[in-house]
């Protein structure tokens, strides 16, 4: 960890608050918790984020004589300070070894959190999960074609049971193994009346339909509706 790494690594371990006073939303220092003139080392587990107030009044005291009058609040500093990050400890133990096994698949570059950040906050783009994806890596510009993301959830093809069973494992119900009429359940198909909605087709009488964003179940008849998107086991949204 250098620099920037490591005040993105104690902002995420301190919870982004002054570990003495507890205060959010104010600039926050790197501080070493027993002072280097004390002895104390430069190594991250010796290293916590204070609020100038505190800074300035902590100075190069022992953080045993700072805190001398919140003995508990002294013992929580000396146990988080040992803990490393838990998944960020899983990541590091994991990362060099898929690198490696990718590195002989395909050329692979890396970069990291903090990178990224930087990138999209010198670009000027908001924090969004998508824009970051884009962020990654060494990137000097970055022009986004569109503010609507595509959110695409894979939801699995169903299963390939042939029969529903009940908790005995008689068969209640037979699940068509060909579409009904040239319809799976899961089509998206839009009615004349009832609008975009799901489509669940069955073999005998008419089809049920569910308008999209309620879970209203309402039957229709198949010649009432075409089909508009075929189910492929993803759903699609904006974000
Ligand atoms: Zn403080």
Same mark, same amino acid.
């Given at each position: 960890?250098?620099?920037?790494?490591?005040?993105?690594?104690?902002?995420?371990?301190?919870?982004?608050?002054?570990?003495?006073?507890? $205060?959010?939303? /104010?600039?926050?220092?790197?501080?070493?918790?027993?002072?280097?003139? +004390?002895?104390?080392?430069?190594?991250?587990?010796?290293?916590?984020?204070?609020?100038? +107030?505190?800074?300035?009044?902590?100075?190069?005291?022992?953080?045993?004589?700072?805190?001398?009058?919140?003995?508990?609040?002294?013992? +929580?500093?000396?146990?988080?300070?040992?803990?490393?990050?838990?998944?960020?400890?899983?990541?590091?133990?994991?990362?060099?070894?898929? /690198?490696? /096994?990718?590195?002989?698949? $395909?050329?692979?570059?890396?970069?990291?959190?903090?990178?990224?950040?930087?990138?999209?906050?010198?670009?000027?783009?908001?924090?969004?999960?998508?824009?970051?994806?884009?962020? /990654?890596?060494?990137?000097?510009?970055?022009?986004?074609?569109?503010?609507?993301?595509?959110?695409?959830?894979?939801?699995?093809?169903?299963?390939?049971? +042939?029969?529903?069973?009940?908790? #005995?494992? #008689?068969?209640?119900?037979?699940?068509?193994?060909?579409?009904?009429?040239?319809?799976?359940?899961?089509?998206?198909?839009?009615?004349?009346?009832?609008?975009?909605?799901?489509?669940?087709?069955?073999?005998?009488?008419?089809?049920?339909?569910?308008?999209?964003?309620?879970?209203?179940?309402?039957?229709? $008849?198949?010649?009432?509706?075409?089909?508009?998107?075929?189910?492929?086991?993803?759903?699609?949204?904006?974000?």
């Amino acid at each position: 960890l250098a620099g920037y790494e490591v005040r993105e690594y104690l902002l995420e371990k301190w919870g982004r608050e002054c570990t003495y006073c507890g $205060k959010q939303s /104010v600039p926050l220092q790197i501080e070493h918790i027993q002072p280097k003139s +004390k002895g104390g080392s430069d190594r991250v587990s010796n290293l916590c984020l204070a609020c100038e +107030k505190c800074n300035q009044r902590k100075g190069n005291k022992p953080i045993e004589e700072f805190l001398k009058k919140k003995p508990s609040l002294l013992q +929580k500093i000396k146990t988080k300070a040992k803990q490393p990050l838990p998944d960020a400890a899983a990541v590091n133990a994991t990362r060099n070894k898929l /690198v490696k /096994v990718l590195r002989g698949i $395909k050329p692979v570059v890396t970069g990291t959190g903090s990178q990224t950040k930087y990138n999209r906050t010198k670009l000027r783009f908001p924090k969004q999960h998508w824009i970051d994806a884009a962020c /990654v890596g060494d990137i000097e510009t970055l022009i986004l074609r569109t503010t609507q993301p595509l959110l695409v959830i894979c939801k699995g093809q169903g299963g390939r049971q +042939k029969a529903a069973l009940n908790k #005995y494992g #008689y068969p209640i119900r037979h699940n068509p193994l060909k579409p009904i009429k040239g319809w799976v359940t899961g089509d998206i198909a839009k009615h004349q009346k009832l609008g975009i909605g799901k489509v669940t087709p069955r073999s005998k009488g008419s089809f049920g339909f569910t308008p999209l964003g309620t879970k209203g179940y309402k039957s229709c $008849k198949p010649q009432d509706i075409s089909a508009i998107h075929r189910k492929d086991g993803y759903i699609y949204s904006f974000c």
